[in-house]
C-alpha cells in the first residue's frame, strides 16, 4: 500500500509534463526568443528551375528570377582552378555525357550542358535553353546581388567552403544565403568557416528533432537551426525514382511521410521564426498538400508554375 503514493508522483509528474510540453509547443515564444531572418521564401527555384531551362545555369537562374521566385536553389563544386562551379553533380556524366568530374578540369575547359537533359525530379521529362554553360557561383551574386540562396555543399572540403563563404562576404550577403548540407561534418566546416550565415537541419540533427518532438521535449530545447528542408515524401516513386532502395519501398515512404510530415512539428517551428521548404514539389496537387501539412515555402523545378499557383491560392500570411 505504500507504493500507492510514490505511483501517485509519478503519475502527477508525467501529466504535468505532458501538459506543459503542448501548452509550449504551441506557445514557443514564451520561452524561445523568434529568430528573425532577412527574408521569407515561400517560391524557391530548384536548381534554378530545372524543368523549365536547363538546370544550375544563369539562363535557369534569370528565367526564375522574372517568373518572381523568393529564393535559388543550388550546390556548388571546386574546379581545378579554384573556381567554385556551380553544378548538382562533381561528375558529369549525367549533365554533360562526358565522364569526367569538375575538380579534374579547369573552369574554362569544363564541357557543355546536353541540348536536352532530364529533370531529376520529373522522370521523362527533359528541358533545354541556350545557355549550356556551367555558371559560377561570383556571376550568380554578381547577377542577383540581394536574392536569397540556398546554397548546398555536398563534398567535405574545406577549401570549398572557405572559397564560398569569401566570395558571400565580398558580395555582402551573408544574410540573405543559407548553408545546405545533409552532412553534419560538412556542416560543421561551413559554420567554422562563417558562422554568420543562417544554416539548415542536418540529417542527423533532422532526425533528433524528431525524436525531440516525439518525446515532448522539443517545446524546451534551443534550436539554432533557421530552416528545415526535407524532401516532400509523397513524391517518391511518382515524379522521383531515388537511387536509394529503402525510397524505392511504398512501406517505408508511407512511414516517412507519417512519421515526418506533421503539422504541428512544422507550426511549431514555424512560430519559432524556422522557415520549412520542401521539395520537389512539381504538381499543383503536390503544391496544395505541402502546404496543407505546414510548409512555409516550396522548392520547384517548375517556378512558372508554381508562381500561378501562388497567384490562384496565396498562403495565409505567417505572423
Same mark, same amino acid.
Given at each position: 500500500?505504500? *507504493?500507492?503514493?510514490e505511483i501517485?508522483?509519478?503519475i502527477i509528474?508525467?501529466?504535468?509534463y505532458?501538459?506543459?510540453?503542448l501548452?509550449?509547443?504551441?506557445n514557443?515564444?514564451?520561452?524561445?526568443?523568434?529568430?528573425?531572418l532577412?527574408?521569407?521564401?515561400r517560391?524557391?527555384?530548384?536548381r534554378?528551375?530545372? !524543368?523549365e531551362?536547363?538546370?544550375?545555369?544563369?539562363?535557369?537562374f534569370t528565367?526564375?528570377?522574372t517568373?518572381g521566385?523568393?529564393?535559388?536553389?543550388?550546390?556548388?563544386?571546386l574546379?581545378?582552378?579554384?573556381?567554385?562551379?556551380?553544378?548538382? @553533380?562533381?561528375?558529369l556524366?549525367?549533365?554533360? !555525357?562526358?565522364d569526367?568530374?569538375?575538380?579534374?578540369?579547369?573552369?574554362? @575547359?569544363?564541357p557543355?550542358y546536353k541540348?536536352?537533359?532530364?529533370?531529376?525530379?520529373?522522370v521523362d521529362?527533359?528541358?533545354? !535553353?541556350k545557355?549550356?554553360?556551367?555558371?559560377?557561383?561570383? +556571376?550568380i551574386?554578381?547577377?542577383f546581388?540581394?536574392m536569397?540562396v540556398?546554397? +548546398?555543399?555536398k563534398k567535405?572540403?574545406s577549401?570549398?567552403?572557405?572559397?564560398?563563404?569569401?566570395?558571400?562576404?565580398q $558580395?555582402?550577403?551573408e @544574410?540573405?544565403?543559407v548553408w545546405?548540407?545533409? &552532412?553534419s &561534418?560538412v556542416?560543421a566546416?561551413?559554420?567554422k568557416e562563417?558562422?554568420?550565415m543562417p544554416?539548415?537541419?542536418?540529417?542527423k540533427r533532422?532526425?533528433l528533432?524528431?525524436?525531440?518532438?516525439? /518525446?515532448?521535449l522539443?517545446?524546451f530545447?534551443?534550436?539554432?537551426?533557421?530552416?528545415l528542408?526535407f524532401y516532400f515524401?509523397r *513524391?517518391f516513386?511518382r515524379?522521383?525514382?531515388? &537511387?536509394e532502395w529503402?525510397?524505392?519501398?511504398?512501406?517505408?515512404?508511407?512511414l516517412?511521410?507519417?512519421?515526418?510530415?506533421?503539422? /504541428?512539428l512544422f507550426?511549431?517551428?514555424?512560430k519559432?521564426?524556422i522557415?520549412?521548404q520542401?521539395f *520537389?514539389?512539381n504538381?499543383?496537387? &503536390?503544391?496544395?498538400?505541402a502546404f496543407?501539412?505546414g510548409a512555409?515555402?516550396?522548392?520547384?523545378? $517548375?517556378?512558372t508554375?508554381?508562381?500561378? $499557383?501562388l497567384?490562384?491560392h496565396?498562403p495565409?500570411?505567417?505572423k
Amino acid at each position: 500500500m505504500e *507504493v500507492m503514493p510514490e505511483i501517485a508522483c509519478v503519475i502527477i509528474f508525467f501529466l504535468l509534463y505532458i501538459s506543459s510540453s503542448l501548452f509550449f509547443l504551441y506557445n514557443p515564444n514564451i520561452i524561445h526568443k523568434k529568430k528573425r531572418l532577412a527574408f521569407f521564401c515561400r517560391h524557391i527555384s530548384h536548381r534554378g528551375g530545372a !524543368g523549365e531551362r536547363i538546370e544550375n545555369t544563369l539562363e535557369a537562374f534569370t528565367h526564375a528570377a522574372t517568373t518572381g521566385t523568393d529564393m535559388l536553389e543550388l550546390d556548388c563544386h571546386l574546379s581545378l582552378d579554384g573556381q567554385v562551379i556551380v553544378s548538382h @553533380d562533381e561528375n558529369l556524366l549525367r549533365q554533360t !555525357g562526358s565522364d569526367v568530374t569538375i575538380s579534374s578540369l579547369k573552369a574554362q @575547359d569544363l564541357p557543355l550542358y546536353k541540348e536536352k537533359l532530364e529533370v531529376t525530379f520529373d522522370v521523362d521529362h527533359f528541358s533545354s !535553353g541556350k545557355d549550356r554553360r556551367f555558371a559560377l557561383l561570383e +556571376e550568380i551574386f554578381k547577377k542577383f546581388p540581394r536574392m536569397p540562396v540556398t546554397l +548546398e555543399i555536398k563534398k567535405n572540403d574545406s577549401v570549398l567552403a572557405r572559397k564560398v563563404s569569401s566570395l558571400v562576404r565580398q $558580395y555582402d550577403r551573408e @544574410d540573405i544565403t543559407v548553408w545546405a548540407t545533409g &552532412d553534419s &561534418d560538412v556542416m560543421a566546416k561551413c559554420r567554422k568557416e562563417n558562422p554568420n550565415m543562417p544554416f539548415m537541419f542536418t540529417e542527423k540533427r533532422g532526425f533528433l528533432l524528431l525524436v525531440l518532438y516525439y /518525446t515532448g521535449l522539443l517545446p524546451f530545447v534551443p534550436l539554432e537551426e533557421s530552416l528545415l528542408q526535407f524532401y516532400f515524401p509523397r *513524391v517518391f516513386n511518382r515524379t522521383y525514382i531515388a &537511387d536509394e532502395w529503402y525510397f524505392r519501398n511504398k512501406v517505408t515512404v508511407y512511414l516517412i511521410e507519417k512519421l515526418t510530415m506533421r503539422k /504541428t512539428l512544422f507550426h511549431h517551428l514555424t512560430k519559432r521564426g524556422i522557415q520549412v521548404q520542401l521539395f *520537389v514539389c512539381n504538381r499543383e496537387n &503536390d503544391m496544395d498538400a505541402a502546404f496543407k501539412v505546414g510548409a512555409t515555402g516550396l522548392m520547384t523545378d $517548375y517556378p512558372t508554375l508554381l508562381s500561378k $499557383y501562388l497567384h490562384k491560392h496565396p498562403p495565409p500570411e505567417i505572423k
